[in-house]
């Protein structure tokens, strides 16, 4: 059974700093593509941060230079490092597990809300 579970979620002033991590289980963690998507309200799923298996790494645009994405292939996580947020940055954020059409694997979500 594939188990895909985000925490670290939470509060945060504008300017400041969260670290979201991801478990996941039931899956050959090294196989496949480790990212982070988040959705806000009436917006569409946009990716944030992707680590491929070939040790490459995306981020979209709006937060390169503050998001820090990684991956540790003997614990089977996957972390989110979130500096310097912004209240653009608020959403639901999802961790993902990707290999291919039939082996894509999604958590329930933890909330990011940015806000004085």
């Known amino acids: 059974q594939v188990q895909i579970v985000e925490s670290g979620g939470g509060l945060v002033q504008p300017g400041g700093s969260l670290r979201l991590s991801c478990a996941a289980s039931?899956?050959?963690?090294?196989?496949?593509?480790m990212g982070w998507y988040r959705q806000a309200p009436e917006k569409q799923r946009e990716l944030v941060a992707q680590?491929?298996?070939?040790?490459?790494?995306v981020y979209a645009d709006s937060v390169k230079g503050r998001f820090t994405i990684s991956r540790d292939n003997a614990q089977n996580t996957v972390t989110l490092q979130m500096n310097s947020l912004k209240q653009e940055d608020t959403a639901l954020y999802f961790c993902n597990a990707y290999q291919s059409f039939w082996n894509d694997y999604w958590g329930q979500g933890t909330q990011v809300t940015v806000s004085s």
């Open positions: 680590f491929h298996v070939d040790g490459r790494i």
């Open positions: 039931g899956i050959h963690f090294r196989g496949y593509a």
